[in-house]
């Protein structure tokens, strides 16, 4: 069967996720080839053939560079017919429903990241016209399905829940030593970690830099270390040096090798507005580390509150201080709660599991159409 992958962005969560889960599929049954409009970024290399189809220099305004784009993706579909095409990101959601509009694609299956927080009236207002395309829409949390539900109008029978998931690393890097050394970290330091990216105000990195002086005056052993990159950058540097905390915090940038910062992290904070099922919780729970994040979207499908970490209220700063501040000052839970949260992972988001989720989902459709 032939598999045709479309999206926007091949870097980031969704990237890496996309292009992990691809390496459990079964390659002699599943012929599978992405379709990108943006260049590889992720950390995860792909075992799969990636078709990047570059901007034109000459057209990049709307609607002709959408045009010119769908014009590219059909021609594409015509000489190498996909029994199934499965889109990430609104652009690929559309040019999908554009295709499967005019008979070029038969079965279509789309995906939903995130809650739609960065979506406004004109995306849905395309979503809600052409809602009836789809054949599934596979949402990553209950979360994002009640959304799609509200604001898409999407009946419950086509959507399908498959919670995200991660591949189990086994073993230490045994680097742990050198990679505080790295970042300045003595060995007597407690150290908070975020991962997230910083080009999306929706993760509420600001809040938690907020949190840090009255972290430090409870726990002035704390150091946090802000893993990631964008734009936002710049200005969360300032916000440390006019907080006067700069000496305690280390932004480490973008890291391919995530797994040994991932190693000397003691408590995961995760302090977004908005959230379909997040990866860095999921990957910090993989790691043995406990959880403080914010009570949103499918947060509190991933963590058990008092068992794998703590939800807060979001922007509430007290108890996101209270709840970091236990956890620093108690070894024992921290150890506790790293353990049942590697225990949950390992029983309910394993990677290969999703694969299989997908690839199932993919059979029915198919069985259907026959």
């Keep these: 069967m032939k598999i045709a992958i479309l999206t926007s962005d091949l870097g980031g969560g969704t990237g890496n996720h996309l292009l992990s889960m691809l390496k459990h599929w079964d390659k002699a049954r599943w012929e599978t080839v992405i379709i990108s409009t943006a260049r590889l970024g992720a950390r995860v290399v792909p075992d799969v053939p990636v078709q990047y189809i570059p901007p034109s220099n000459l057209i990049g ?7 010119r784009y769908l014009s590219r993706l059909r021609q594409i579909m015509k000489d190498r017919p996909p029994d199934i095409v499965h889109a990430f990101f609104f652009w690929s959601i559309i040019y999908g429903r554009m ?9 279509l299956v789309e995906n939903r990241e995130d809650q739609g927080f960065n979506w406004g009236r004109h995306e849905y207002a395309w979503l809600r016209w052409t809602t009836h395309l789809p054949d599934k829409i596979i949402c990553v949390s209950e979360a994002v399905k ?3 539900m ?5 009946g419950e029978s086509r959507i399908a829940v498959v919670n995200n998931g991660i591949d189990l690393h086994h073993g230490s890097s045994g680097l742990q030593a050198a990679t505080r050394r790295e970042l300045g970290f003595d060995a007597d330091h407690l150290i908070l970690g975020m991962v997230a990216n910083y080009n999306r105000m929706v993760k509420g990195v600001i809040h938690f830099l907020e949190a840090v002086p009255a972290i430090i005056s409870a726990v002035p052993t704390a150091r946090f270390l802000f893993l990631g990159g964008g734009h936002e950058e710049h200005s ?27 190693e000397i992290i003691d408590v995961s904070v995760l ?19 406990p959880i403080v994040a ?5 947060n509190p499908e991933l963590v058990i ?5 703590y939800l807060v209220p979001v922007k509430n700063h007290q108890i996101l201080v209270d709840r970091i501040v236990i956890l620093l000052l108690n070894q024992g839970l921290r150890q506790s709660m790293g353990k049942e949260g590697r225990l949950r992972v390992e029983q309910k988001f394993q990677m290969r599991d999703v694969a299989t989720r997908y690839l199932d989902i993919y059979k029915g459709l198919l069985a259907e159409k026959q």
């Design 150 to 154: 509200e604001r898409e109008g999407v």
């Design 271 to 289: 302090t977004s507005f908005s959230e379909g099922f997040s990866l860095t919780l999921l990957e910090s729970m993989a790691y043995g580390i």
């Design 305 to 309: 509150e008092g068992q794998t970490g």
């Design 99 to 107: 295709l499967k509009l005019t008979g070029t694609v038969k079965t």
């Design 236 to 262: 969360l540097r300032e916000k440390a040096r006019t907080l006067g905390v700069e000496p305690y915090v280390v932004f480490a940038g973008y890291k391919n090798d995530i797994q040994r910062y991932y």
């Design 294 to 298: 914010t009570q949103v979207g499918g």
């Design 61 to 67: 305004f709307y609607p002709i560079a959408q045009i």
């Design 146 to 148: 009640q959304v799609v």
